[in-house]
Antibody, heavy 114, light 110 residues
């Protein structure tokens, strides 16, 4: 059974940094497409970033230069390093695995507020 | 403003057939496959229908997807109360080099 478990969310001040992690089991992160997708409270889904086997990465325009997606193959985890956080980055952040976002974690809440 | 356009709401009575539309452009739906996701209240989204109208294990065959040109549709037959959820379409966008989602459709079973 595939499980994706996110962690690392919390309250951070504007301009601050946070690192999210997604631990995978039953699924090899390094061999698959992996994305971070966020959802502001009461709003719709927004894709944030993607990485795939070979190390390629893509980002939505609003996070380019601020967020970095990466994988740790030894720990089979996906990470999202978030710098220069803004209030509009407040959202539940989900990791999703597979070329069709086949598998989702339960999400972790990031709140950017002073 | 989402790149893919969905109606904000839809409704139907038990047993009815309901369709949810998703409109895009040549750079996303027109040139790539469309996935559909279901988000039950208070839970994470899950994949519902993916390319070639396939469904993940455990997803009822009451759910089906189709695509024509730059639009796609999700059909739900034999509507049940447990189908009350938010539904999202998504596709890769060749111009944006990223995934784009619809704004979501809230389905109410009357």
């Amino acid at each position: 059974e595939v499980q994706l478990v996110e962690s690392g969310g919390g309250l951070v001040q504007p301009g601050g940094s946070l690192r999210l992690s997604c631990a995978a089991s039953g699924f090899t992160v390094s061999r698959n497409y992996m994305s971070w997708i966020r959802q502001a409270p009461g709003k719709g889904l927004e894709w944030v970033a993607l990485t795939y086997s070979g190390g390629g990465t893509y980002y939505t325009d609003s996070v380019k230069g601020r967020f970095t997606i990466s994988t740790d193959n030894s720990k089979n985890t996906l990470s999202l390093r978030m710098n220069s956080l803004r209030p509009d980055d407040t959202a539940f952040y989900y990791c999703a695995g597979g070329s069709s976002h086949d598998y989702w974690g339960q999400g972790t809440l990031v709140t950017v507020s002073s | 403003q989402s790149v893919l356009t969905q109606p904000p709401s839809a409704s139907g009575t038990p047993g009815q057939r309901v369709t949810i539309s998703c409109s895009g452009s040549s750079s996303n739906i027109g040139s790539n496959t469309v996935n559909w996701y279901q988000q039950l209240p208070g839970t994470a989204p899950r994949l519902l229908v993916y390319p070639n109208n396939q469904r993940p294990s455990g997803i009822s065959d009451r759910f089906s997807g189709s695509k024509s040109g730059t639009s796609a549709s999700l059909a739900i037959s034999g509507l049940q109360s447990e189908d009350e959820a938010d539904y999202y379409c998504a596709a890769w966008d060749d111009s944006l080099n990223g995934w784009v989602f619809g704004g979501g459709t809230k389905l109410t079973v009357l």
